[in-house]
Every structure is written in C-alpha cells, then in structure tokens.
C-alpha cells in the first residue's frame, strides 16, 4: 500500500497536502481507493461551498458502494477537479496525484488538527 510520507491523513481514509498557510488538497488514499473497488463516479463539491471539518462533501460511487469524503478540515472549496467527472477511474490510478478531489481554504483559525503521520496511518491500516 502507498503511503507517502509527506502528507497527513484521516481516519476515514482522507489525506491532506498542507499548500499554504491557508489551504489544504484532498483526496482519498490508496486503502481507500482499494476498498472501494472499481470507482465508477465521483461527486465533487461545489467551488464556494463552506464545508464543516468532519462533515461530507463529496461522495465516491464504486462497483461495490458509495462512500462520503469527508472535509478536513473547516472552510470553503475554492478548487475542484473536475477531471474526475469524466474519469473517475483515476482514483484507482493515482490516488495521491491527479486523483486529488478538492482544495479548500481553511477557515480563520482552523488548523488541520489530530491527523495521522504516515507511519500512524500504515499502523492504523495494516493493524
């Protein structure tokens, strides 16, 4: 299983890439995207949608269900890929590059707090 070192990553499967001060990538990670199955569609949040840290915001259909992505952290949705509306497939392919789903900027004051390192995230997932 993939797991780069460089990002943090959520109990429900999420990882975040910290851009700036103020804005984090998403997407979902390699046990995620391996778990599902085959993605058949992805729904991506709406650019300007205010999002809650732990709240859904998008959603991934695979041949074997539909899962919630769920946000980070607390913002608003300032990018989306929409590459993955036409592709979704490349959440199989690429978790970790051009499979990211969203960028947000984070609320004033909201911090990406109580993520997982990469070797907390292989325990949690390989445990």
């Known amino acids: ?7 943090l990553y959520s109990t429900d499967h999420e990882w975040l890439k910290v851009e700036d001060a103020n804005r984090v990538r998403v997407g979902i990670t390699d046990y995620a995207q391996d778990a599902l199955g085959d993605v058949v569609f992805v729904e ?3 650019i300007g949608a205010t999002v809650e840290a732990g709240g859904p915001m998008s959603e991934v259909e695979s041949t074997k269900s539909v899962s919630d992505v769920f946000a980070p952290v ?7 890929n929409t590459e993955l509306v036409d592709t979704p497939e ?8 051009e499979a990211w789903i969203c960028v947000i900027e984070m609320a004033e004051g909201a911090t990406p707090e109580g993520f997982l390192d990469a070797a ?3 325990d949690l997932t390989e445990g």
């Open 74 to 80: 607390a913002g608003t949705v300032v990018e989306c």
């Open 120 to 122: 907390a995230y292989r």
């Open 90 to 97: 490349k959440l199989n392919e690429d978790p970790y590059g």
């Open 1 to 7: 299983m993939n797991v780069p070192e460089e990002l």
């Open 44 to 46: 991506l949040p709406e």
